[in-house]
Nanobody, 116 residues
Framework: QVQLVESGGGLVQPGGSLRLSCAAS????????MGWYRQAPGKQRELVAR???????TYADSVKGRFTISRDNAKNTMYLQMNSLKPEDTAVYYC??????????WGQGTQVTVSS
């Protein structure tokens, strides 16, 4: 079992920045890739960014150049630095961990609201 806890969400003005964190506990040594997803009201959950154990990253086109995903394997923590935020970035952001056995675990989500 892997437990994931997100933090760092909040209300920010357009053009502002936030950094999300996702702390993993439990069988965290079994985690391979991790990722950030988001879900806006009335929309499907979508991939924002993903990072492999070795650090290879993937980004949604909508966030390329503005968001940066990273992970500290020693701290079992993943981050999402979000810059130049736009109102359309407003959503609940979730972290996901994929294990070596193919299991997937999700955090409870953290709300990000971009509004003036």
């Amino acid at each position: 079992q892997v437990q994931l806890v997100e933090s760092g969400g909040g209300l920010v003005q357009p053009g502002g920045s936030l950094r999300l964190s996702c702390a993993a506990s439990g069988s965290s040594s079994s985690i391979n890739a991790m990722g950030w997803y988001r879900q806006a009201p009335g929309k499907q959950r979508e991939l924002v960014a993903r990072i492999s154990t070795g650090g290879t990253t993937t980004y949604a086109d909508s966030v390329k150049g503005r968001f940066t995903i990273s992970r500290d394997n020693a701290k079992n923590t993943m981050y999402l630095q979000m810059n130049s935020l736009k109102p359309e970035d407003t959503a609940v952001y979730y972290c996901k961990a994929e294990t070596s056995r193919g299991w997937e675990y999700w955090g409870q989500g953290t709300q990000v609201t971009v509004s003036s």
